[in-house]
């Protein structure tokens, strides 16, 4: 498996989703959650699209309904539209089932970042199952065997995560921010880190969630190595 895991900052990325529906909707919100500018091509957009920012490029589906010229004028005013909506976009989102656009997409998507919801060997990134615990974020990429097993992944790992646990992070995320303040030595940053994580009086108050008495136990160690 030659795949990375990375994450990106895609605030003010423009975004563009071939398709408008559930498969495409869903990845169009985890982008305009991030505050990226995403736009959809395709009939129509459901709510949740709508009020989280999500702006609608109409292009001609259902072509079966119509003669074999029509068709084939409709699709290549199709081929347009997205054409110039890929040259804008830094990230392309493949989710339809209109499997000759979406090959059509995919083919001049070269050089772009290109994920593709039914031919993920097609494209260059992933958009893994992902959710949050308190402001932790997880990931989950089963490398495209099972995504039934990547939900079944997500709730065992709810299910141990514990508030301890969250606000162990937090106490990190607080002791290195003083440490970088009164510590210019990494290594020794480092080693203080691992003196507060294994603490006892420190455990014992995340035990009692007791934030303030932790903060003081924190700053007494940090102190004590200064």
Not at 133 to 147: A, L
Not at 161 to 169: C, P, R
Not at 195 to 213: A, F, G, M, V
Request: hydrophobic share 40%.
């Amino acid at each position: 498996m030659s795949w990375l895991s990375l994450y990106f900052n895609v605030s003010n990325k423009n975004v563009f989703v071939l398709g408008t529906g559930e498969v495409a909707s869903r990845r169009a919100i985890r982008f305009l959650d991030k505050g990226a500018n995403v736009i959809l091509a395709g009939d129509k957009l459901n709510n949740s699209v709508i009020e989280k920012g999500g702006k609608l490029i109409k292009i001609f589906t259902d072509l079966y309904k119509f003669d074999k010229d029509t068709q084939i004028k409709y699709m290549e005013s199709n081929k347009k539209i997205i054409k110039e909506e890929v040259e804008k976009a830094d990230f392309v989102i493949i989710a339809t089932g209109d499997y000759e656009l979406a090959d059509y997409t995919s083919l001049i998507s070269k050089g772009k970042l290109l994920n593709r919801a039914d031919k993920t060997d097609d494209g260059n990134i992933i958009v893994p199952t992902s959710f949050y615990i308190d402001d932790v974020e997880f990931s989950i990429f089963t490398g495209g065997k099972s995504p039934l097993m990547a939900k079944k992944l997500r709730q065992k790992i709810q299910s141990i995560i514990t508030d301890e646990d969250i606000l162990e992070i937090k106490i990190q995320d607080y002791a290195r921010k003083e440490l970088k303040t009164k510590i210019e030595n990494p290594k020794l940053r480092k080693k203080v880190l691992y003196e507060i994580l294994n603490d006892s009086n420190i455990k014992n108050s995340i035990k009692d969630k007791n934030i303030d008495k932790i903060k003081i136990f924190v700053d007494e160690i940090i102190n004590n190595n200064i």
